[in-house]
């Protein structure tokens, strides 16, 4: 069979162009991933290293992976250490790693792979099975572990597979570590190294689903027996879409079941039903559907990606983004239950949070795209602790809370809000818009000449930094925009007098410009969106290429 395809990438073209039809040939795929030794460049994004299973995720390159982070561990470079969270090699062995993985194809042997490994070098394994991001994120504050190695690529499609690292204080791994982890297992791919299999033995298993449930009513930033009381004596509905991934059972073992909650695609499927399992405004459809059939007076629907790190909110009349749920989350935890300290939201994130925060007192922390530069704000030993922590594409975690986005804290939180304030989640969204102002952001880009990606294009946008400074005026939309703010954390943000604003960050990798605006009204974003455009084409001359879809 594997004579018909030249790679696994022609293979999975085939699955996923008919996923009903030909997901018996992932006994293919799995040939490519135990067969394939071709190198691959190993790069850990803002959420770990990510490849396609069978082309450069594949055995070979796992085992090179770990044995890069053992040798990480023996080196006990100070810097590592450091972000780690740890003496040294000896307290690693002594505390122990944390192994598991999403419900993917081939997780459970990928994550073999890497305990055998782990235990060749005497360091202390768990075996967490499928388990969710945030509940490895807990599971190290409640074992004490050293780290966690967690085998999933988030909401990418069902072709990948991929690699997460949250070192001792449960948070995702800073660049300290993953640059190391980059630079050892490059170097060992450029010199052809082969790791050989280790059989796992012995295997210590865990439920982290349980010590997220202690974590969390130990933190107490949720209150979970409202909650229940909420769903056992109120009239609504609930309805929890899966999507087939690893959050299916988890809000059950927390709150219990009840008739009034509907769980959808929760059943075992490596393609996820041909669709990619991100919570998007599309795959939204089937829990509209069971909303708009209810008769509740009180209703929610949310869908969760495989990882549980990311959600989206609707009701029965709106879909809730995060840039409007984090704005929520803020002004419930602080107005409802009190909460002091700051926000923290990525750069690219809606405003609406940032007037709030204003009429409210609160300061307001904007990092860089990457859930890990969330990290000062999260930690239990910080003096400045965020109240909520989110960033626009559908990642949250909140005071007290884990380090790791949480599509579960979001999902409780969400209950929590209707039960207090007896409202829908977009009643409850247009009171707080009412008082603090209507916000509309959105995002799109263009496509520019291939010689420009990476540092030519950092290089060429850098100029609208030093033309579009405090105090200048534009043209948007045949109105004058004066200049209130500019951010230039991550690429750069114009925020205009009126609250509108618009950001222009290059792709550090590809021959792309993303925009990220928002307008004060629906009709206004077509106005931002071509001012973004033409300042990024003025700034780039004739190297810009097409929109983007």
Request: hydrophobic share 40%; charged share 25%; net charge neutral.
């Amino acid at each position: 069979m594997t004579e018909q395809f030249e790679n696994a990438s022609s293979c999975w073209k085939a699955i996923l162009s008919d996923a009903g039809r030909n997901k018996g040939l992932l006994s293919v795929i799995e040939k490519f991933a135990r067969e394939n030794t071709a190198p691959a460049k190993i790069v850990f994004g803002t959420s770990g290293w990510r490849g396609e299973i069978g082309t450069d995720f594949t055995f070979h390159n796992i085992r090179v992976v770990t044995a890069a982070i053992i040798e990480m561990f023996k080196c006990n470079d100070s810097t590592v250490v450091e972000a780690m969270g740890v003496k040294d090699f000896r307290e690693i062995q002594r505390r122990g790693v944390i192994v598991g993985h999403d419900n993917r194809f081939l997780g459970t042997d990928f994550a073999k792979e890497v305990i055998g490994l782990l235990q060749k070098e005497r360091i202390k394994t768990w075996y967490a099975g499928e388990a969710i991001t945030p509940e490895f994120s807990s599971g190290i504050e409640m074992l004490n572990a050293a780290c966690a190695i967690n085998l999933t690529p988030s909401h990418n499609p069902a072709n990948y597979a991929g690699f997460k690292f949250n070192p001792s204080d449960g948070g995702p791994a800073g660049s300290e570590i993953t640059g190391k982890i980059e630079e050892i297992a490059d170097r060992m791919m450029d010199r052809s190294i082969t790791i050989a299999p280790e059989k796992a033995i012995d295997v210590e298993k865990i439920d982290l689903a349980e010590l997220y449930i202690r974590y969390i009513t130990e933190r107490k930033t949720l209150d979970i027996e409202k909650i229940q009381d909420f769903i056992k004596s109120s009239d609504c509905l609930v309805c929890v879409d899966n999507v087939h991934g690893a959050t299916r059972g988890k809000l059950q073992r927390i709150i219990g079941q009840s008739p009034k909650i509907q769980y959808l695609r929760t059943g075992d499927d490596y393609l996820f039903g041909g669709v990619a399992p991100e919570p998007s405004e599309k795959n939204m459809a089937a829990v509209e559907a069971v909303l708009r059939k209810s008769p509740a007076r009180l209703k929610l629907g949310i869908i969760m990606d495989p990882d549980g790190d990311r959600i989206r909110f609707a009701d029965p009349g709106i879909q809730i983004p995060m840039n409007y749920f984090g704005g929520m989350a803020l002004h419930f935890l602080h107005v409802y239950k009190g909460i002091n300290g700051v926000v923290a939201k990525s750069v690219g994130t809606s405003n609406f949070v940032n007037a709030i925060a204003e009429k409210l007192g609160i300061p307001v922390k904007e990092t860089k795209v990457g859930f890990k530069n969330f990290r000062p704000w999260l930690l239990q030993t910080s003096t400045l602790k965020a109240i909520a922590a989110f960033e626009e594409s559908d990642g949250i975690s909140g005071y007290n809370h884990t380090l790791e986005k949480d599509a579960l804290f979001g999902l409780l939180l969400a209950l929590e809000m209707m039960a207090v304030t007896g409202k829908n989640l977009g009643e409850y969204l247009r009171e707080i818009m009412d008082e603090f102002g209507y916000y509309y952001p959105d995002r799109s880009g263009i496509s520019v000449d291939p010689a420009l990606a990476g540092e030519p294009l950092l290089k060429g946008l850098s100029v609208l930094q030093a033309q579009y400074k405090k105090g200048t005026t534009l043209d948007i939309g045949g109105e004058k925009r004066t200049v209130k703010d500019l951010i230039t954390v991550d690429g750069t943000k114009i925020v205009f007098d009126d609250g509108s604003w618009l950001m222009i960050r290059p792709s550090g990798t590809e021959p792309k410009v993303r925009f990220y605006i928002e307008a004060r009204t629906e009709e206004g974003k077509k106005a931002v969106f071509a001012t973004a455009e033409r300042l990024t084409k003025e700034a780039l001359g004739n190297a810009w290429k097409e929109d983007l879809c």
